[in-house]
């Protein structure tokens, strides 16, 4: 009898987490995301790499556009079947001795009802070489395929359950509905840079999220039991909810450098342009309003 009772609080719980909620879009969410801009906001990065703390930079990147899931892509053309999207391209830029390592995770969360995104990529690349994931929401399932120059990392058409969460896209869910973020234990498959970092298998793992609300920030903690990994995000509580700060906590380094660090990112400016009209020679200045220069 509690075996039975213990499945049903669990069924419950990963019901909870999954259920729909729809993006309160009214005037003021218009004039912020369909302003025809970007929003685009660095960080000062501290990110952890083979027992080390390695400086860098972050750049998350939202945006709305219009996705065409018969393409799995952005839609050139209007058409009646496309799906608005908050797209988050987060990047990572930083060195590791003498080589440097380039990250970006892009996510493809449906505005109206952000349950879980059409898409999800993520790439790596470093002198050793270059790694791609992706993960496609099928009716049915999510597919994913991953390609790497780390033999036996590298695999096709791997097929889970759309009853999970996905950790990439706790972020853009941050943005959209961050009075609707899921709380409690469920399943949840965590952020692909984690899984690539940590070379843990790309799978859902039981985790526990709570809520702490401040006088003007939130805090959502995400903890990993079996991977001894806490994340925690920052956001502001007023719209648009920007993201001030992170922190992911877990293992790093083998051997004798193996120890328990932590990835830190903290905001450094923000601005709203339409950057893919800023790409001259002239445009440069950008970039060091940004701080990235």
Known sequence: MKHIVYLFLLIATNVVAQKTVKTKVNQQFKNYWYSGKAEITSYILEQERYGEIRKGDAVTIFVTEPFSKKHNTKADHQNSKNTSVLKLNATRKFNTGIYPYSVMTSSFLPVDEPTASLKISSSTQEWCGHEYIELKNNDEEFEINNSSYFQGASFKNKKLTKNILLEDDIWSKIR??????????????????????????????????????????????????????????????????????????????????????????????????????????????????????
């Not at 959502?220 to 509580?237: A, D, G, M, S």
């Not at 877990?250 to 709203?272: D, H, P, V």
């Not at 339409?274 to 445009?283: G, I, L, P, V």
Request: no cysteine; hydrophobic share 35%.
């Open 176 to 293: 959209l509905t961050p009075n609707a973020l899921p709380k409690g234990e469920f399943k949840i498959i965590p952020g692909f840079v984690y899984l690539r970092f940590s070379h843990n298998e790309v799978k859902d793992y039981q985790a526990e999220a709570k809520i702490s609300k401040g006088e003007t920030t939130t805090i959502y903690k995400l903890t990993y039991p079996t991977l001894n990994r806490v994340l925690k995000i920052t956001f502001e509580n007023a719209f648009p909810y920007k993201i001030v700060e992170w922190t992911d906590t877990y293992k790093s380094g083998w051997g004798a450098k193996e120890k328990i660090l932590t990835t830190k990112a903290t905001l450094k400016k923000s601005m709203n342009v339409a950057y893919w009209q800023k790409n001259s020679n002239a445009d440069v200045y950008l970039r060091k309003e940004l701080g990235l220069e």
